[in-house]
Each structure stands twice: as C-alpha cells, then as structure tokens.
C-alpha cells in the first residue's frame, strides 16, 4: 500500500524498486499476485507498458479457466520483445 502511495505522489522509482522488491520476494507467496498488479502499474506510470503487460499477464495465467498455457506464451513473447 506504500509503494502504491508513493506511486501516486509522482515518486514513480522509489515505487517501482519497492514493488519489485516485493514482487520478487515470494514468488510462490499468496501476496504475489497482488504485487505482480501494482508492480505492473508502477511499471505503466515509469513508461515500461510492455514489461507491465508481460508480468500482469504472468499474474493472471493461472487463475483463467481456459487458455492458461497461450496466455504465458503471449506473456512470455511481450517480455522477449516479440509480440
């Protein structure tokens, strides 16, 4: 909630190294899908909308009923610069 704070005060690295710090915390943690969202969006505001994309879209993958293994594809190919 902090970085998310900091965010919106227009201090966008200071909130972008906190949320990926999070994020890369506790990869497999119950909070990280939660730190993947604002870290994305710390990443939207700092100008990185196709990294935001890519790891949002990791976030997501999991939880979709269908298309799980194409939805990590795109996510994997927007990080590698390919889509």
């Known amino acids: 909630q ?6 919106n005060l227009g201090k ?3 909130a972008r ?4 710090a999070e994020y890369e ?12 969202a604002f870290y994305a969006l710390a990443l939207v505001s700092a100008g ?3 990294r ?3 790891i949002a879209l990791h976030a997501l993958a999991p939880h979709l009923p269908r298309y799980t ?3 990590t594809g795109y996510a994997r190919e927007i990080a590698d610069g390919h889509a």
């Open 52 to 54: 935001a994309a890519s």
């Open 48 to 50: 990185e909308a196709e």
């Open 25 to 36: 915390r506790e990869p497999r943690g119950p909070l990280h899908d939660a730190a993947a």
């Open 2 to 7: 902090l970085a998310s704070t900091i965010r």
């Open 12 to 14: 966008i690295d200071e």
């Open 69 to 71: 293994r194409s939805v």
């Open 17 to 20: 190294e906190m949320l990926r």
